[in-house]
């Protein structure tokens, strides 16, 4: 969606505005014994909506959320129009310490009913945005109990708690496109209250988390802080990781924010592609970032699959095409332009047995292996469709990686070492994302 330039704001054409930032101090950790040493969301997929979801609980009393999971976003952000009830809940004050470091030009002074979380004056405003939508409005920026269970499997618990968790309050028109059911949104971004850097300064551990995106609607998770990356049947995954840099867009790619922020969203350093082992040719100035944030690669879980600038596409399943020759084609199914027969198409360990595709990022020795599980996409009419979509000829971003090839790879977002270790598909080592064993 087009964004329109201010002298000291950007702002989607969907969005209210109004503008603020605001920073709070870390809340500490109310568990004994030094707080612990990572804590998890549990992950799955909406088939309606190819979505990623996932539960906590917030409030007093505590109260479960459902909300999708979102690798942008400046913070968590919660409806808190429809049904939000707690005793524990406390603004951010204008004119706080705090709002002053978010060199806030503005302040909830305007409401007249009666004191709630959406109902705050003197209280600083945030900018909630739906990424699925692209629609955003003005919210308050207030803290609250949140708890997250500190083991994954067999079953959750016990929970981590984090007494004045900073989020902003969304509108319940907000929540329209997201999966049935889904309240809020869960930031993982690389912003300072997102839940990565939060949870860090919470509880006193190391400001990484590790994603694990499932298929369908089999079990992932999202592990935040120090945890062995360990999966059944005995799978460590720890010492196995292939780094690259994580880049950092000059320019926000957010809906609203003002003239000079970054992007907090997560890039990385795409030198090439190759399919079947061999190069595609490329116009590589769409693969760096120009000084007005626009080009390279970026990862999102709002995003079902992976979208390539119009020249990048067009070579992409050319190429695809040219190495799958011999399988029979079916009619083309949108979104998805290149599609085959399904029942002509091999199986093996690691999805559909086609041609694997290669993210080459700073070195050709450092490439991010896709295979058929995480490049084809099953249709209902039979067909199997390489998964890429055309986004044009002038978007944004010149890829967007996508919740689909994501799936079943264990993800590694380190920020304090700014880099991103990756497994590519899990299936090759015998083990999925829903195997995923802590505590």
């Given at each position: 969606?087009?964004?329109?330039?201010?002298?000291?704001?950007?702002?989607?054409?969907?969005?209210?505005?109004?503008?603020?930032?605001?920073?709070?101090?870390?809340?500490?950790?109310?568990?004994s014994?030094?707080?612990?040493?990572?804590?998890?969301?549990?992950?799955?997929?909406?088939?309606?909506?190819?979505?990623?979801?996932?539960?906590?609980?917030?409030?007093?009393?505590?109260a479960?959320?459902?909300?999708?999971?979102?690798?942008?976003?400046?913070?968590?952000?919660?409806?808190?129009?429809?049904?939000?009830?707690?005793?524990?809940?406390?603004?951010?004050?204008?004119?706080?310490?705090?709002?002053?470091?978010?060199?806030?030009?503005?302040?909830a002074?305007?409401?007249?009913?009666?004191?709630s979380?959406?109902?705050?004056?003197?209280?600083?405003?945030?900018?909630?945005?739906?990424?699925?939508?692209?629609?955003?409005?003005?919210?308050?920026?207030?803290?609250?109990?949140?708890?997250?269970?500190?083991?994954?499997?067999?079953?959750?618990?016990?929970?981590?708690?984090?007494?004045?968790?900073v989020?902003?309050?969304?509108?319940?028109?907000?929540?329209?496109?997201?999966?049935?059911?889904?309240?809020?949104?869960?930031?993982?971004?690389?912003?300072?209250?997102?839940?990565?850097t939060?949870?860090?300064?919470?509880?006193?551990?190391?400001?990484?988390?590790?994603?694990?995106?499932?298929?369908?609607?089999?079990?992932?998770?999202?592990?935040?802080?120090?945890?062995?990356?360990?999966?059944?049947?005995?799978?460590?995954?720890?010492?196995?990781?292939?780094?690259?840099?994580?880049?950092?867009?000059?320019?926000?790619?957010?809906?609203?924010?003002?003239?000079?922020?970054?992007?907090?969203?997560?890039?990385?350093?795409?030198?090439?592609?190759?399919?079947?082992?061999?190069?595609?040719?490329?116009?590589?100035?769409?693969?760096?970032?120009?000084?007005?944030?626009?080009?390279?690669?970026?990862?999102?879980?709002?995003?079902?699959?992976?979208?390539?600038?119009?020249?990048?596409?067009?070579?992409?399943?050319?190429?695809?095409?040219?190495?799958?020759?011999?399988?029979?084609?079916?009619?083309?199914?949108?979104?998805f332009?290149?599609?085959?027969?399904?029942?002509?198409?091999?199986?093996?360990?690691?999805?559909?047995?086609?041609?694997?595709?290669?993210l080459?990022?700073?070195?050709?020795s450092?490439?991010?292996?896709?295979?058929?599980?995480n490049?084809?996409?099953?249709?209902?009419?039979?067909?199997?469709?390489?998964?890429?979509?055309d986004?044009?000829?002038?978007?944004?971003?010149?890829?967007?990686?996508?919740?689909?090839?994501?799936?079943?790879?264990?993800?590694?977002?380190?920020?304090?070492?700014?880099?991103?270790?990756?497994?590519?598909?899990?299936?090759?080592?015998?083990?999925n994302?829903?195997?995923?064993?802590?505590?």
């Amino acid at each position: 969606m087009a964004r329109r330039m201010f002298p000291h704001l950007v702002v989607a054409s969907t969005a209210l505005l109004l503008v603020v930032f605001a920073l709070v101090s870390p809340c500490r950790a109310a568990t004994s014994g030094g707080g612990p040493s990572a804590v998890l969301l549990p992950a799955s997929k909406d088939d309606a909506t190819q979505q990623y979801v996932t539960m906590f609980r917030q409030r007093t009393p505590q109260a479960p959320v459902k909300a999708v999971l979102d690798l942008g976003n400046a913070m968590l952000w919660v409806d808190c129009e429809a049904g939000y009830v707690s005793s524990s809940y406390a603004r951010v004050p204008c004119g706080s310490k705090q709002c002053r470091l978010a060199n806030s030009p503005s302040c909830a002074t305007t409401c007249n009913g009666a004191p709630s979380p959406a109902c705050l004056n003197d209280t600083c405003g945030g900018f909630p945005e739906n990424t699925v939508t692209r629609v955003s409005t003005g919210g308050n920026i207030i803290t609250d109990v949140l708890s997250l269970p500190t083991t994954f499997r067999p079953s959750p618990g016990p929970v981590a708690t984090a007494p004045a968790f900073v989020f902003t309050c969304g509108a319940t028109f907000l929540t329209e496109g997201l999966a049935a059911g889904a309240t809020g949104m869960v930031s993982l971004s690389r912003a300072r209250f997102a839940l990565p850097t939060q949870l860090a300064s919470t509880f006193r551990f190391s400001r990484k988390f590790a994603l694990c995106l499932p298929p369908a609607s089999a079990g992932g998770g999202v592990i935040f802080g120090d945890a062995p990356y360990v999966f059944q049947p005995g799978v460590d995954l720890s010492k196995s990781l292939i780094y690259t840099p994580l880049l950092v867009n000059p320019v926000s790619t957010a809906g609203v924010s003002t003239k000079g922020d970054k992007s907090n969203e997560y890039f990385i350093g795409l030198t090439g592609i190759k399919v079947n082992g061999r190069a595609v040719p490329l116009n590589t100035v769409l693969l760096a970032i120009n000084k007005k944030g626009v080009g390279g690669t970026k990862l999102s879980t709002v995003s079902p699959y992976t979208v390539l600038e119009t020249s990048i596409h067009k070579a992409v399943t050319d190429a695809f095409a040219a190495e799958t020759a011999s399988i029979p084609r079916a009619p083309a199914v949108a979104p998805f332009k290149l599609c085959y027969d399904g029942s002509k198409v091999g199986s093996t360990r690691v999805g559909p047995a086609v041609p694997t595709i290669e993210l080459v990022l700073q070195s050709e020795s450092t490439s991010w292996v896709v295979f058929g599980a995480n490049s084809m996409v099953a249709t209902k009419g039979g067909a199997l469709c390489l998964g890429v979509v055309d986004g044009g000829d002038a978007p944004e971003t010149s890829v967007v990686i996508g919740g689909h090839m994501m799936e079943d790879n264990l993800l590694e977002f380190d920020l304090e070492k700014s880099q991103l270790g990756f497994s590519s598909s899990l299936l090759f080592r015998q083990t999925n994302c829903n195997n995923f064993r802590l505590g």
